[in-house]
Structure formats: C-alpha cells, structure tokens
C-alpha cells in the first residue's frame, strides 16, 4: 500500500494504535449485559457484515447466540490484494476492534474467542491484547492467517483454527450452527467489530446518521488506481464514487472505467461510475456490490481486457484446486481472456468466455468461481466495444500494455 | 429432495452421471454438471429412487440428498 490518508469518522479516529489513546477517546468498554441487548442494538443500527457478503449482524448473532458454547471469530484475514482496509484498521484502530471482539462474545455467551489476522500483524495485535489486562473478560487466542485470496473464507477460516489447511470447505450446515469442532460459531470480519464497539459507545441512533435508510453507517474504503492519494478511507455508505474518488483527491487521469467491489466484483464504465451510489441498491444494475470496499479506478491508458485478464489470471492462481471445475475452468479462462487482451483475433474467443462462464458458476465448495465470473461477465459487457476493437487488431488503451 | 455435490471430494469418476441422466449431464473435464444451472439441482420424485442410488454408489461418498427446503 502506498501513502495512506484518513477522511474523519470513528473508525480511524486515533492518533495512535496504544490502548491509552483508546480509552481517552472512548472510556471504559461499554459492556451491555448478558441478555441479547446488544444483539437488539445491532438490529436498530442495521449494521450488516463489512467482509464482502453484506449480511445483517444481529441476525448471526442471535443465531449464535441459542447455541451451547458458541465460539466468536474475528476475522482480518485480507487475502484480497486491492484491500488494505482490515490490516489498516488493525493497525491504527486494534482497541476498536478488540472491544467489538468482547462485546461480541458478550452478546452470544462465547466459550471461546479467536482473532485470525494476517502473520504480518500478529505482534501488533497480541501487544495490543496484553495492554488490555482488566479491561477484557474473554481470552483471546491470535491466529495467523495465510496471505493467500481464499485464507479469509469462513470455512477456511474454521480450518485453520481447527488447524487444518486454511481452504474452504464443503457446506451443509451453517457455520451459525456447525461451525468449529461443531460448535456454533461466529465469523464476524474485523470491521464489523469495530462498527459493534462503535455503536455499543454512541448508540444507533449515531449510527444511522451516516448512510442510507436501506443500508445505514460508513464502511472503510480500499481506493486505488489512478487516483491522487490512493489508500483507506471511511464514507458513508451510498455516497457516489465520484464524490468516493474525491476524498481520495480525485482522478490522476482519465478514466475509462472503476471497478468495483475488488477482484470477486465488478466493472462500471466511468460514464455511469462516477454519479452511482455506494450501496448494494445503487450498484444492483451493474451486477455489482460493495463487497469489501475496494474500488478500482482505471486509466484510459490501461486496457481493461488486459487489466481483466491479468486479474483471472491472478484468481486462477489462487484456487485451492479442490474443486473439478474451479481447478480447470479459472485457468482456461485466464488463458481465453489472455488471448483476447493479447490481440488474438479468434473471433470464437467471446463466445469461449461465456461457455467457459457457465461451467464455472456455482460450482464449488466455495464461491471463488462465482465471484470470478461475476469480474469476468461484467468486463466483457463493460468492454464490449473493446473486445470489438481487439478482433480488428486495434487496442484503444493509449501507450498501455497491449 | 436436491442433491447437494461436494465438490472438494469429487474427482469426476462419472458413476452419477451414469446413474442420474435426468439430473446430470458431464462437464468437458469429466464432473457432473446440474442439467438446470442451479448450485443443488432439484431431483424429481419419480428419479429418487435413481439418486439414492448415485449417493450410494458415488465411490468419493461425494453426494447427498437434502430437503428442497432447506
């Protein structure tokens, strides 16, 4: 990550990651009892997961919750490459993070309590927990979390706990009610926490002044590309991702398109971009999400065939290989788009795209094939004129790789 | 009743397709491929009894049977 910069809001508020600076800005940890209180918070708020799958918290929590000797994972596993945001708020905001952890397991009566984080952070993250002596009520085990893209995937995450591989795995029952060793478990992704202590302090009423109605609060933001100061930002959510670009200081170039929701998301041509909301309702029409926060903005100088092509190529490396279709198709994708980025002139190779699409999708332990077909789909409607381009042996990127 | 495929266990050995025609059809690597797109396909009553048997006879166990529900 280069220069990282900060627009205001709670999650990034503190000047430094110690546990002294936390407490001068936020007090004592505002436990709220045994009894699903803060579970009803977390309903008011309408806090929904910040990993990517957008889920309502409350709703895992109280799922957990009913359950004998639940256990509460947070998880800052960060495999995607264009997201810094989770090992960014680790490493300024640890105490924000940790009192979500806390009064997570609070909520749900946890038996156990892990913290899965890049190794990268592991130190930081286990000096933080040591200067905690008599604030935290639960132990915290630290757990670290291979660099790799499916690290972070809930099943994945519960066998690296469990300490098997960290790959995903099969799903017949929800992690909810059979998560770790059986138990019923909770994966909540770091910024979520630190969003629970922040409601658990100032209520949801604060909470909800920020976002939409439909999907109230502020998320953490990953911008990068041809943008002035790329890095970490907290927004609202439903703010335009021009006015999102803006807090970053704007276009460094031209833009041709954004891509957003990171590598499992998709592409919005910058006609459309810059004036869309940041929220599930405004990107709906792209076939997009926020997904995780990343967004993407990418130069007229780089083609966004070739951009695609070299980001499949990317997610094919990164299948587990566990699963027939992922393991086979990812790669012949890679390679099909590969040839189209390249100039090869087959003009089959579209149509070898969408056959090669359709085998992939929904078939695999996890959704690493889905999400790749979401990139891949949204670049070949996004870049439809360029694919056309291409087949004539033209490339209208100027002076990018070809 | 939908059959769920774990993936992770599958190795393409074709025992399902052969068994659940109705259902399934092979992909071009040799795994079994839900006939309507869909994650868990749904099976018909009347096949069933055809898809206990490909649940039973999967030599990776790497089928099963769930309520359509769920």
């Not at chain 1, 519960?158 to 019923?184: E, M, N, Y």
């Not at chain 1, 460094?252 to 909301?277: E, F, M, N, R």
């Not at chain 2, 495929?5 to 074709?14: I, K, L, P, Q």
């Not at chain 2, 397709?17 to 868990?40: C, F, H, I, K, Q």
Request: aromatic share 4%; net charge positive.
């Amino acid at each position: 990550m280069t220069t990282t910069t900060f627009a205001p809001g709670p999650l990034l508020a503190t000047r430094t990651p110690d546990l002294a600076e936390h407490v001068r800005r936020t007090g004592p940890l505002p436990w709220q009892g045994p009894g699903g209180r803060l579970i009803g918070l977390l309903e008011q708020a309408g806090l929904t997961g910040r990993g990517g799958a957008g889920f309502p918290t409350w709703r895992k929590l109280a799922a957990v919750a009913i359950g004998v000797r639940p256990v509460v994972i947070g998880n800052g596993a960060e495999g995607e490459p264009a997201s810094a945001k989770d090992r960014t708020l680790l490493s300024r905001s640890p105490h924000l993070v940790l009192d979500g952890l806390q009064l997570a397991a609070e909520a749900v009566g946890a038996a156990d309590c892990y913290l899965y984080v890049s190794g990268t952070l592991t130190d930081h993250v286990r000096r933080a927990i040591a200067e905690r002596a008599g604030r935290d009520r639960f132990a915290v085990t630290v757990v670290d979390a291979p660099d790799t893209f499916v690290a972070g995937e809930e099943s994945a995450v519960i066998a690296r706990i469990a300490g098997r591989k960290p790959l995903p795995t099969d799903k017949t029952q929800l992690v909810v009610h059979s998560g770790l060793r059986g138990r019923p478990t909770l994966v909540q992704n770091v910024e979520t926490l630190a969003h629970i202590a922040v409601i658990a302090q100032r209520g949801p009423a604060a909470f909800r002044r920020s976002g939409t109605e439909a999907e109230p609060g502020s998320f953490l933001a990953t911008l990068g590309g041809a943008i002035a100061a790329p890095g970490v930002y907290e927004a609202p959510h439903g703010i335009r991702v021009g006015n999102l670009l803006a807090l970053a200081g704007g276009q460094a170039a031209p833009l041709s398109a954004v891509l957003v929701g990171g590598y499992h998301g998709a592409w919005l041509p910058i006609a459309d971009a810059l004036t869309t909301p940041m929220s599930r309702a405004g990107l709906a029409p792209f076939g997009a999400t926020p997904g995780a926060g990343v967004v993407q903005a990418l130069p007229t100088s780089y083609c966004g065939l070739a951009e695609t092509a070299r980001i499949t190529g990317y997610l094919a490396g990164q299948s587990a290989r566990q699963c027939g279709p992922c393991a086979n198709g990812l790669p012949m994708m890679a390679q099909t788009l590969h040839r189209l980025a390249v100039g090869d002139r087959d003009r089959g190779l579209p149509d070898q795209v969408a056959r090669l699409s359709a085998l992939v999708v929904n078939r695999g332990a996890c959704h690493h094939p889905d999400g790749t077909v979401r990139l891949v789909s949204s670049a070949m409607r996004v870049f439809a004129a360029e694919v056309d381009l291409h087949l004539a042996g033209r490339c209208s990127a100027v002076g990018g790789p070809r | 009743m939908k059959l769920h495929v774990d993936w992770t266990a599958c190795e393409g050995r074709g025992t399902c397709v052969e068994l659940l025609p109705e259902v399934l059809t092979e992909d071009p690597w040799g795994y079994p491929m839900p006939r309507d797109g869909s994650r868990e396909p749904s099976v018909p009553p009347d096949v069933e009894p055809y898809a206990r048997r490909a649940v039973e006879y999967c030599p990776r166990l790497a089928l099963r049977l769930v309520p359509s529900a769920s």
